[in-house]
């Protein structure tokens, strides 16, 4: 496997899993980490990049 990348979650996305189960936290976590930990900028048939967005520069 290639080099491995940390994945750091924004607060705000960690305060709106509260409503979700201890459980489906783990599996959402996981999956995130799964899928976005050895190749964050391959395309899949789910994954597109993002197009630029003059409303969001830096995106």
Known sequence: ????????????ALDQMVDFSTRVQNMIIDGIAKKL???P?????????L?????????
């Open 37 to 39: 930990s050895y190749e």
């Open 1 to 12: 496997m290639g080099r491995r990348y940390s994945i750091e979650f924004a607060r705000a």
């Open 41 to 49: 900028a391959s395309e899949t048939r789910n994954q597109k990049p």
């Open 51 to 59: 197009r630029p967005n003059q409303l969001a520069p830096g995106t």
